[in-house]
């Protein structure tokens, strides 16, 4: 939507209210559709700034538990099983069937973890009251879903605290749990600013410098960030506070995902480029959004 036009369904908490996640399948494998149309006029355009790509920062698969939280309409509600079977059929709706060459579109389960509001101190709060029980049957079980599930392609970490650390260098929830418990080998992104929120005045203040929390996010699985500290990654080489090595592990889970998405082959044997532009806010997409 924010390249052009696109059909406008209805927002995640109203897509909720239906129960039906075969109506929310349908849903995302029609905005899949647009996107892809979108994305090969684009190529074809030579425009490749934001917003012009296939990856998507969505479901938002957190816990709807406080309506003063300014972001709970992104969310599939407060149950946690409503909400795996919603995200899963976003996934599978966006990424496609899963059994031809070609991702047809990345899927981005957010945010991870135990984040349900407030927005205001989200720079700074830390989750530290958390039982167990809560974690594993409130905040987690729709994040293990779309990864053991949906094999979704990304998740995002979430900008909060959770024990002490911040959760994109979180190693309870990055590595011991998402890496090793549930075996995932994909895509770890930051929420937007979140790994300086590490090192900034009055936000988490966690870390001393830039290149100590970028080596540490890194170090503890986050592969991609939105926002610039990750600029500072040479100078931790530089310093021993980071491996090339280590660096290149994350390099290649996002290489990899653009070779999932065909991105680096000719139009010609990508077969989701035949989705033809005139699908975008077409008359049966619309009626569906209305559906």
């Known amino acids: 939507?924010?390249?052009?036009?696109?059909?406008?369904?209805?927002?995640?908490?109203?897509?909720?209210?239906?129960?039906?996640?075969?109506?929310?399948?349908?849903?995302?494998?029609?905005?899949?559709?647009?996107?892809?149309?979108?994305?090969?006029?684009?190529q074809r355009?030579?425009?490749?700034?934001?917003?012009k790509g296939l990856t998507f920062w969505t479901p938002n698969i957190n816990i709807y538990r406080d309506p003063r939280w300014g972001r709970g309409m992104e969310t599939y509600g407060e149950d946690p099983y409503l909400t795996?079977?919603?995200?899963?059929?976003?996934?599978?709706?966006l990424q496609g069937g899963g059994t031809g060459k070609y991702d047809k579109a990345h899927a981005c389960a957010k945010h991870y973890a135990v984040h349900s509001g407030p927005e205001w101190n989200r720079h700074s709060f830390d989750a530290k009251n958390i039982s167990q029980r809560d974690l594993w049957e409130t905040y987690l079980p729709a994040f293990k879903t779309l990864v053991k599930e949906g094999k979704v392609k990304e998740v995002m970490c979430a900008y909060n605290r959770f024990e002490g650390e911040p959760c994109c260098s979180n190693k309870?929830?990055?590595?011991?749990?998402?890496?090793?418990?549930?075996?995932?080998?994909?895509?770890?992104?930051?929420?937007?600013?979140?790994?300086?929120?590490?090192?900034?005045?009055?936000h988490h203040e966690t870390h001393p410098t830039a290149a100590a929390a970028s080596a540490d996010a890194v170090v503890s699985g986050t592969d991609l960030e939105c926002g610039g500290s990750y600029s500072?990654?040479?100078?931790?080489?530089?310093?021993?506070?980071?491996?090339?090595?280590?660096?290149?592990?994350?390099?290649?889970?996002?290489l990899r995902a653009r070779f999932q998405l065909?991105?680096?082959?000719?139009?010609?044997?990508?077969?989701?480029?035949?989705?033809?532009?005139?699908?975008?806010?077409?008359?049966e997409h619309v009626a569906k959004a209305l559906e």
């Not at 355009?45 to 917003?51: H, I, N, S, T, V």
């Not at 795996?84 to 709706?93: E, P, R």
């Not at 309870?172 to 590490?198: K, M, N, P, T």
């Not at 931790?236 to 491996?243: E, F, M």
């Open 1 to 42: 939507a924010r390249a052009g036009k696109a059909t406008v369904f209805p927002q995640a908490i109203g897509l909720a209210a239906t129960f039906d996640n075969q109506a929310v399948y349908e849903t995302f494998d029609i905005v899949s559709d647009e996107a892809r149309a979108k994305y090969h006029d684009f």
């Open 45 to 51: 355009k030579g425009e490749r700034d934001g917003y």
């Open 84 to 93: 795996s079977l919603m995200g899963l059929a976003v996934v599978k709706g």
């Open 172 to 202: 309870q929830l990055l590595i011991r749990i998402l890496r090793e418990d549930w075996g995932y080998d994909d895509i770890v992104v930051s929420d937007c600013g979140a790994i300086g929120d590490f090192y900034y005045p009055n």
């Open 232 to 254: 500072s990654l040479n100078e931790a080489v530089r310093k021993g506070l980071i491996s090339e090595e280590k660096i290149n592990e994350s390099v290649f889970r996002l």
């Open 262 to 283: 065909g991105m680096f082959d000719d139009d010609a044997l990508v077969s989701w480029s035949e989705i033809p532009y005139s699908v975008v806010e077409s008359k």
